[in-house]
Every structure is written in C-alpha cells, then in structure tokens.
C-alpha cells in the first residue's frame, strides 16, 4: 500500500506523544513520493554534555518509533523499519492483521512526577504488571528507600556539575511565559511544582547560587526528591543487554512504560540510577543484574491522584514533519 499524506500525518502526531529524554524531541519525519517514512534527526536538541555519547537521543529514536508503530496498529496497518538506510531508520508501511494490545495505551500514557497514593488500588495495579525479563520489581519500603538515597546522592553528584546543571535547566520551563512552557522540555507544572517552587529553582540552579548553597551544606536538601520517592508503591529497574542497540532499547522502553499504563499505573523515570556510574554499580549489585545488563532507567510506580492533567508539551505537528 502506498501512504498517504493525511493518514501519515495523524500516525505522526499519535507517535509526537511517545517519552523522550528531557521532552526534547529530536525526531523528525519526511514522507517520501514513493509512500516510505524517513525518520530524521533535528541534531539541535542534542544533549551534548548529559548524552555525550548520543546514548539517550537515540533511545528517543527508538521509542517515537514505536509509538508510530503502534499508532499504525490501531489503525491495522503495520510498519517494517530499517535501521540501515542511512538515516536514523525508514519505515514501509503495509496492511496488518491485528492491533497491539498495547497501541489502545499510547495516548493515555503520562509520567508524574509528584506523591503517589498508596492502597489496595496500587496493589491491584502491580499484581496486573505482566512478568517481564527486562524488569526487576523493587517493593520492599527499605529498599525503595535505599534507592531513594542513592538517587538523591547520584542527583547530587550531577547538579554539581555547573556545565550539566546549566544544560538541564535550558530544558526546564519554570515560568509559565516562558515561550516553549506548552512545546517540549519540563515545565514547572510537570515537574509537580507550584509557582513558588519553580521560582525558587530557578534562582537555586543558577551559576554561583547553587555553588555558594553547597558549601554551607544545603544544596542537597533543596534537589532531594526521596520524600517523593518513598511514596512510590514499586521501583521498576529496567535493563536490557549490554550489546543491544539503542534504538532498540528505545522500542523497549516505550513498551515496558505502555506496559505500567496497562496495568494501571502511572510512572516517573530516574534515569540518574543508570547515568551516574556509582549508583548504577550499587543498583545492578544488590539486585543481582549481571554485566550483560546494561541499567537503562529505573522508574518509580504508583497510583496518581484523580485529577485532570494539563495536555503534554508538544510541539506543533508542523515542527516535526520536514
């Protein structure tokens, strides 16, 4: 089958929701006369100091692929990908046979990053996760809490960093006039922070501030999350190994974060666990994950407040068809 423009057009905006690294959202799409995607690379929202390797960008790739995919499948149709026509990858797509259990999921998936609520409902959620090779479940309240600390020491270590501090904070959007708080990065109100918290951030991540805090001993405090993190009803480790691609893990990872979605869960990325390699070398010890793992993430599990949430920051289709 040949793709058309209009139906080209609404799997890419299905496929603009899927996870990206600081809601940076490198990917780009072209559809060819000859109906095929190339899938593109907008290399000004690389993370030159945070992913010098490229590691995450193209996990990206790999997880806005996916959501194409499974954008496709809601529709029947399914998707071949290339990875070695020279771009990040070409997509055919053709007549299916069956929609992915997981496609219904893709438009519903949020992360949040605030208290969860702990009950019976959590429970349910959890014993609902199907079991997983890619998954260790941590739901012990010692270990989480554990994994909080190493979290807030491994966050600690980074925002020391003055070069990495100032890359994150060009990607937070503290203020609601900011002109970007709606299209990409992570806004104040994403990131569960009121309008007092968010302008306190703003002058505490600034060069020289955060500097001066840390030497009296209170920069810790004010970038801990580990009371937020204890509330967590589960702590999914994700790994995937060593040798896999990572635009391969990318496709991974969006289904194992779809996965929690299904199950009833939502879920919040702690990607310093796997970044940072102290916390990363306690995190795979304790948990019996072998040097043919590679630690991709690990994410905090639970159940959200009932509350109506604000649409995701995205960009404009327009933005992301070239």
Not at 102 to 123: D, I, Q, V
Not at 227 to 233: E, H, I
């Amino acid at each position: 089958m040949t793709l058309n423009a209009q139906t080209f057009r609404a799997l890419v905006a299905e496929a603009a929701l899927s996870p990206s690294v600081h809601n940076t959202q490198p990917t780009r799409w072209r559809l060819t006369p000859d109906g095929r995607v190339r899938v593109l690379e907008d290399t000004s929202r690389r993370l030159p100091i945070g992913d010098p390797e490229g590691r995450d960008l193209h996990v990206s790739h790999g997880a806005a692929v996916e959501g194409f995919c499974l954008a496709a499948s809601r529709r029947v149709l399914a998707v071949d990908v290339r990875t070695d026509a020279g771009d990040i990858a070409e997509l055919t797509v053709r007549t299916g046979d069956g929609s992915d259990p997981l496609a219904a999921y893709l438009t519903a998936r949020r992360t949040y990053r605030g208290k969860f609520e702990n009950g019976p409902a959590a429970h349910a959620a959890l014993a609902r996760l199907e079991q997983d090779d890619d998954l260790t479940i941590v739901q012990s309240p010692e270990q989480i809490a554990e994994l909080a600390r190493l979290y807030d020491d491994a966050s600690l270590r980074w925002f020391r960093n003055a070069p990495y501090r100032a890359e994150l904070v060009s990607w937070m959007r503290l203020l609601r006039r900011h002109p970007s708080w709606s299209r990409d990065g992570l806004n104040a109100e994403a990131m569960e922070m009121s309008s007092v918290e968010a302008a306190g951030a703003g002058m505490v991540l600034r060069p020289g501030v955060f500097e001066a805090l840390d030497r009296v001993g209170l920069s810790g405090a004010l970038v801990a999350e580990a009371a937020v993190v204890r509330t967590a009803s589960a702590i999914a480790l994700f790994h995937r190994p060593a040798t896999e691609t990572s635009f391969d893990t990318g496709r991974r990872f969006h289904r194992a974060w779809l996965g929690f979605t299904q199950a009833g869960l939502s879920a919040a990325p702690m990607a310093v666990l796997a970044d940072d390699v102290e916390a990363r070398r306690r995190v795979k010890a304790t948990f019996g994950i072998g040097d043919d793992r590679r630690l991709i993430t690990a994410f905090r599990l639970g159940i959200a407040p009932d509350r109506t949430l604000s649409p995701k920051p995205r960009l404009e289709l327009d933005d992301l068809i070239v």
